[in-house]
């Protein structure tokens, strides 16, 4: 977690401990329920139908006990975006597509945000090095280095957030809040010699 | 426990470093034994460049150096297979969100299967207390947390030397405390990196650099003397 400036917390974090089923099931046979449902919800065309899809998909997110403090952060955005393309979908064709779009997408991105919560990222990883591994004969896909590469996106969001964080804050101490490059030149400075240590620590722990 | 070793752990013969076209150590000739070996200097003295050359981060420029009988020319995967490396930093060793998942990676490149994987993981955490934090975040530990779980995933790779790379210069004075005794207790050999003068007073020995030289080298008490009226000068 890291703290914001308002004082909330940017969670990217998503595995919560836990025993429920989806917990238990392999990683694999959640993704392939997920793009299933994915192309299941597309050929339902019958509103009825998706509304109760929707309601089980919530019932799923209090089944695998997401906390009500992690719903906003988890959901906020993805929501947003859900709703922009429905509006869109019903002004370019009727009111009908555009709850259909609506209750398509809300469920899936329910859906997959229980898959998240409910997934080790070393499990995620591990499902990433072999869905690549038919693939490591091509020269530049290498299964281990792009699940590294992922954990360490998620592992560091947060800390260049928070390292942006810092220097808004001392920038501002000199009065220099409004400049943008006095934030972007010390923030891509610091985060390439960031880049450079951590290249070290993977070599150190022998990752590489 | 003191532990000094027939054979030498560390056995530089004429090692030059040169980083970006500058000279960083100069003809580095040492041989050592000893189970805890401080290394202290000014800034840019070279006694990092010198602590990332214990684990193959760096290699000579010219010269040879052996670390724990392997030499750094030739067998650098199994310097790095018997040397762990703790940062200054924690945040830049803890590569995975979640802190079990981290200390396991390191097992998972040795290809020690998953369950003692865990096992291993449950094992390390239970040796410091820290069992309760192995589903946390990394995000959500405080620094003194963050550096042990990153001691724990080293360790968890069974080395035969430790190097600390300035470890407590992050932490507050609790948290140092707990460091400190934790590399006191430690069965590895240590070679530790630090401005901390006093972490090193029960040390067997202490290497002082000065301009990418060893300028001095002897006991704990010798050995800052000479620095702290270097430093004075």
Request: hydrophobic share 50%.
């Amino acid at each position: 977690m890291v703290q914001k400036e308002d004082g909330g917390l940017m969670d990217l974090s998503f595995y919560l401990p836990g025993s429920s089923v989806l917990h238990r099931m392999p990683t694999w046979s959640k993704f392939f329920l997920l793009i299933s449902f994915s192309i299941l919800f597309y050929a339902i065309e019958d509103l009825r139908i998706l509304a109760v899809i929707l309601a089980a998909a919530i019932a799923l997110v209090v089944y695998v006990r997401v906390p009500v403090r992690r719903l906003k952060a988890m959901f906020l955005l993805p929501l947003f975006m859900v709703l922009l393309f429905s509006i869109f979908s019903a002004f370019v064709n009727d009111l009908n597509a555009g709850l259909l779009t609506f209750f398509r997408l809300t469920s899936l991105v329910i859906i997959a945000a229980c898959v998240t919560v409910t997934t080790r990222i070393e499990d995620f990883m591990a499902f990433i090095e072999n869905l690549l591994l038919p693939l490591s004969f091509i020269p530049f896909i290498k299964p281990k280095t792009v699940s590294l590469t992922l954990s360490l996106t998620l592992r560091f969001i947060p800390e260049i957030f928070k390292l942006g964080m810092d220097i808004k804050e001392a920038q501002a101490a000199r009065g220099l809040n409004s400049n943008p490059l006095a934030l972007i030149v010390p923030l891509i400075v610091l985060t390439l010699k960031r880049a450079d240590d951590i290249s070290d620590a993977i070599d150190a722990r022998m990752l590489d | 426990m003191t532990l000094i070793s027939k054979n030498p752990v560390l056995d530089f013969s004429n090692v030059n470093l040169v980083r970006n076209d500058q000279p960083v150590l100069h003809d580095i000739n040492v041989t050592a034994s000893e189970h805890r070996i401080g290394i202290i200097g000014a800034n840019g003295s070279g006694k990092s460049s010198f602590a990332r050359l214990l684990n193959g981060l760096l290699t000579p420029t010219d010269g040879r150096a052996k670390i724990l009988g392997f030499d750094l020319a030739d067998a650098v995967k199994d310097v790095r297979r018997n040397v762990g490396f703790v940062f200054q930093n924690p945040d830049n060793q803890i590569v995975y969100p979640i802190v079990s998942e981290d200390i396991e990676l390191g097992l998972k490149g040795l290809n020690v299967p998953k369950d003692q994987r865990k096992a291993k993981v449950e094992e390390i955490l239970s040796r410091f207390g820290l069992l309760h934090l192995k589903d946390r975040s990394v995000h959500m530990l405080s620094g003194g947390e963050k550096q042990m779980i990153a001691l724990s995933s080293v360790l968890v790779m069974q080395p035969k030397m430790i190097v600390f790379d300035e470890p407590t210069t992050l932490l507050d004075l609790r948290n140092r405390n707990a460091i400190a005794s934790t590399i006191m207790a430690l069965e590895q050999y240590v070679v530790l990196v630090t401005h901390d003068l006093e972490l090193l007073s029960d040390f067997d020995r202490v290497l002082v650099f000065d301009e990418g030289k060893i300028a001095a080298d002897d006991t704990p008490k010798a050995a800052i003397s000479w620095y702290k009226k270097k430093m004075a000068a």
